[in-house]
Nanobody, 124 residues
Framework: QVQLVESGGGLVQAGGSLRLSCAAS????????MGWFRQPPGKEREFVAGISWGGGSTSYADSVKGRFTISRDNAKNTVYLQMNSLKPEDTAVYYC?????????????????WGQGTQVTVSS
């Protein structure tokens, strides 16, 4: 069993920045790929970014490339999502997820455990 707890969401003006954190319980974190997903209001959940267990490989949705950065600190069992140049269309509930057995990526089905989500609202 793995528990994931997101934090760092909030209300920010367009052009601003936020850093989301996701703290994981258990020893599986350092050997597992992680991902960030988001669900905008009235839409389906979508992939945002992913990172390999060692942090050497990352991937991003086209909509956030160049603005968002995913990183991790295995000593702290935490994965981060630095979000810069935020836009109103980035408004969503953001979720982190862990892939215990694979390489993560953009498939939601690859991830076994999910956090409860944190709200990010970007005002225009």
């Amino acid at each position: 069993q793995v528990q994931l707890v997101e934090s760092g969401g909030g209300l920010v003006q367009a052009g601003g920045s936020l850093r989301l954190s996701c703290a994981a319980s258990g020893r599986a974190f350092s050997k597992s790929a992680m991902g960030w997903f988001r669900q905008p209001p009235g839409k389906e959940r979508e992939f945002v970014a992913g990172i390999s267990w060692g942090g050497g490989s990352t991937s991003y949705a086209d909509s956030v490339k160049g603005r968002f950065t995913i990183s991790r600190d295995n000593a702290k069992n935490t994965v981060y999502l630095q979000m810069n140049s935020l836009k109103p269309e980035d408004t969503a509930v953001y979720y982190c997820a862990i892939d215990l057995y694979g390489s993560g990526g953009n498939r939601q089905g690859a991830y076994e455990y999910w956090g409860q989500g944190t709200q990010v609202t970007v005002s225009s």
